[in-house]
């Protein structure tokens, strides 16, 4: 059985100092389209410049006039730090002097805000530089807060007071110049993924990618971990030595008349792609992945007209951490695996015990549904027990024209629909044409684009608490919403929710 990556070709867009190119596959084989250029939207430049800042003038002989100032000063910081919250405890520096160098010299300083404030304060602990923690037996309000801060840095003893907000832990706001286009992740259709960064980034996490393998690239050579090339075919991997350590894409392009095909194709780059949406590197360039602290782990399955099975399946296993006669052990196995590859077959049995073999270790399996807009039963992986089963949405909510679909489909991720404009899924990919070259962004669309977002989304449920395989796809479900059009095809239980995920693995 010979296999191939599941999505389809579109369009080279460039613009000064980044070049994008846009591709599109078809079905379950390359096809070559027309490539034009155009311009990358204004929003696209996103939030990679830094804002400039102004400075203020003020010196220490302004800070040091008469403590009415001071007090006034102090008072609009207090409030500024305080207006958002109750606080019982403030932060006091003090001056080094013999009024300070007491507990009972440094509650002279507090006393008169504790009194006008009408609370009880007591010093609490020092810091590490040096200042105090004092706590009052009640909460005051931001408005109170103030006050007592003003009241408190009025004193000539004292150098500053900040009231001791509680912090929350912060999600990730990536100022990557393309985040703004991945529309996947923050539209009203996308799959909510700003929301579960606030959990985790995937951090400790490793995702085997088993694709085409991977190029170079800025937004994912720190995310990478070694990976292996599994393809046994010297012809169909292009590097002409068969299985060996070096999982590099060599490029799988292929000329009119061979691969089945009447007309040839340029390199797709597809796991390159693939691995940008699992675990780009929120870096302030480029594209940011579902899992941007996550490892990926480039398993290089897919060459020239696709791949075979047999290498597929022992890819599986190494990559689940299995012994794989005549390679290497795997020295990183992976949390997550993901396939965005399929063909017309069902299940067959040597396919479904590798699948089984990676689940028994823990491992999710998530795969693409294809791309055939038929039902995704007859399509394998996608018909295997115990995997999660992906099928496309489009920025409008609906399931992407191309998208299989059926009771096979576990949930929908946003996969793309390029008859809307910017509305394929910006990733990672090298700008060669046939072997590789310059590393680049592209649109693409697919159920292999779909697969990945939620190949992610698994490494930060993971990241978060560690989940059976069973119990991860049961999260996904539940926590799916229903989607945003109506898909009386088949679309599993609904459009992926990261937040929402995140937080039922959270709780358990």
């Given at each position: 059985?010979?296999?191939?990556?599941?999505?389809?070709?579109?369009?080279?867009?460039?613009?000064?100092?980044?070049?994008?190119?846009?591709?599109?596959?078809?079905?379950?084989?390359?096809?070559?389209?027309?490539?034009?250029?155009?311009?990358?939207?204004?929003?696209?430049?996103?939030?990679?410049?830094?804002?400039?800042?102004?400075?203020?003038?003020?010196?220490?002989?302004?800070?040091?006039?008469?403590?009415?100032?001071?007090?006034?000063?102090?008072?609009?910081?207090?409030?500024?730090?305080?207006?958002?919250?109750?606080?019982?405890?403030?932060?006091?520096?003090?001056?080094?002097?013999?009024?300070?160098?007491?507990?009972?010299?440094?509650?002279?300083?507090?006393?008169?805000?504790?009194?006008?404030?009408?609370?009880?304060?007591?010093?609490?602990?020092?810091?590490?530089?040096?200042?105090?923690?004092?706590?009052?037996?009640?909460?005051?309000?931001?408005?109170?807060?103030?006050?007592?801060?003003?009241?408190?840095?009025?004193?000539?003893?004292?150098?500053?007071?900040?009231?001791?907000?509680?912090?929350?832990?912060?999600?990730?706001?990536?100022?990557?110049?393309?985040?703004?286009?991945?529309?996947?992740?923050?539209?009203?259709?996308?799959?909510?993924?700003?929301?579960?960064?606030?959990?985790?980034?995937?951090?400790?996490?490793?995702?085997?990618?088993?694709?085409?393998?991977?190029?170079?690239?800025?937004?994912?050579?720190?995310?990478?971990?070694?990976?292996?090339?599994?393809?046994?075919?010297?012809?169909?991997?292009?590097?002409?030595?068969?299985?060996?350590?070096?999982?590099?894409?060599?490029?799988?392009?292929?000329?009119?008349?061979?691969?089945?095909?009447?007309?040839?194709?340029?390199?797709?780059?597809?796991?390159?792609?693939?691995?940008?949406?699992?675990?780009?590197?929120?870096?302030?360039?480029?594209?940011?992945?579902?899992?941007?602290?996550?490892?990926?782990?480039?398993?290089?399955?897919?060459?020239?007209?696709?791949?075979?099975?047999?290498?597929?399946?022992?890819?599986?296993?190494?990559?689940?951490?299995?012994?794989?006669?005549?390679?290497?052990?795997?020295?990183?196995?992976?949390?997550?695996?993901?396939?965005?590859?399929?063909?017309?077959?069902?299940?067959?049995?040597?396919?479904?015990?590798?699948?089984?073999?990676?689940?028994?270790?823990?491992?999710?399996?998530?795969?693409?549904?294809?791309?055939?807009?038929?039902?995704?039963?007859?399509?394998?992986?996608?018909?295997?027990?115990?995997?999660?089963?992906?099928?496309?949405?489009?920025?409008?909510?609906?399931?992407?024209?191309?998208?299989?679909?059926?009771?096979?489909?576990?949930?929908?991720?946003?996969?793309?629909?390029?008859?809307?404009?910017?509305?394929?899924?910006?990733?990672?990919?090298?700008?060669?044409?046939?072997?590789?070259?310059?590393?680049?962004y592209s649109e693409m669309q697919g159920t292999s684009m779909a697969a990945p977002h939620v190949a992610g989304l698994v490494a930060l449920m993971q990241a978060e608490t560690k989940q059976t395989p069973a119990r991860v796809e049961a999260a996904l479900k539940n926590t799916a919403r229903p989607m945003p059009v109506y898909c009386s095809a088949g679309c599993g239980a609904g459009l992926v929710d990261s937040g929402a995920a995140l937080s039922d693995v959270a709780s358990r």
């Amino acid at each position: 059985m010979n296999t191939t990556h599941t999505d389809r070709p579109a369009t080279l867009r460039g613009r000064a100092g980044a070049a994008l190119a846009t591709v599109v596959l078809a079905g379950t084989t390359l096809t070559a389209m027309p490539l034009q250029a155009s311009a990358v939207p204004d929003h696209a430049q996103g939030k990679g410049a830094a804002a400039s800042e102004k400075k203020g003038g003020n010196g220490k002989g302004a800070e040091m006039r008469e403590a009415k100032s001071k007090a006034g000063k102090a008072k609009g910081k207090a409030k500024a730090a305080a207006a958002h919250q109750d606080v019982d405890a403030f932060i006091v520096e003090y001056k080094d002097s013999a009024a300070t160098a007491t507990k009972n010299g440094r509650a002279k300083a507090w006393g008169k805000a504790a009194k006008e404030a009408g609370v009880s304060v007591k010093e609490y602990r020092q810091m590490a530089l040096g200042q105090r923690v004092v706590k009052a037996d009640k909460k005051l309000s931001p408005a109170e807060s103030a006050e007592f801060a003003a009241t408190l840095e009025a004193d000539p003893n004292v150098v500053s007071v900040t009231p001791d907000v509680t912090l929350q832990p912060t999600a990730l706001d990536p100022a990557d110049e393309y985040y703004s286009n991945q529309w996947g992740f923050h539209s009203a259709n996308g799959m909510n993924v700003p929301v579960a960064w606030s959990h985790n980034t995937g951090e400790g996490q490793v995702v085997a990618v088993l694709d085409t393998g991977i190029t170079r690239h800025p937004d994912l050579d720190a995310n990478l971990v070694r990976g292996y090339d599994f393809i046994s075919n010297p012809e169909t991997s292009r590097d002409y030595n068969g299985r060996d350590a070096n999982p590099q894409d060599e490029g799988d392009w292929f000329y009119d008349g061979e691969c089945g095909q009447m007309y040839g194709q340029a390199s797709s780059w597809h796991g390159t792609h693939v691995a940008g949406t699992v675990a780009a590197a929120a870096n302030t360039q480029g594209v940011v992945g579902v899992a941007p602290d996550a490892k990926i782990q480039p398993v290089r399955v897919l060459g020239k007209c696709g791949g075979n099975l047999s290498d597929i399946i022992d890819a599986i296993v190494w990559s689940a951490g299995g012994t794989v006669p005549g390679v290497p052990g795997n020295r990183t196995p992976a949390d997550v695996i993901n396939m965005s590859l399929g063909g017309r077959v069902s299940c067959l049995p040597a396919y479904q015990k590798g699948v089984d073999y990676a689940v028994s270790r823990g491992v999710p399996v998530v795969v693409a549904a294809g791309n055939d807009n038929k039902d995704a039963l007859n399509y394998a992986p996608a018909n295997c027990a115990n995997t999660i089963t992906v099928a496309s949405s489009g920025p409008d909510g609906a399931r992407s024209y191309f998208s299989n679909f059926g009771s096979a489909i576990d949930v929908t991720a946003p996969g793309g629909n390029l008859e809307f404009a910017n509305g394929g899924i910006l990733s990672t990919v090298n700008l060669g044409t046939e072997r590789p070259g310059a590393a680049g962004y592209s649109e693409m669309q697919g159920t292999s684009m779909a697969a990945p977002h939620v190949a992610g989304l698994v490494a930060l449920m993971q990241a978060e608490t560690k989940q059976t395989p069973a119990r991860v796809e049961a999260a996904l479900k539940n926590t799916a919403r229903p989607m945003p059009v109506y898909c009386s095809a088949g679309c599993g239980a609904g459009l992926v929710d990261s937040g929402a995920a995140l937080s039922d693995v959270a709780s358990r």
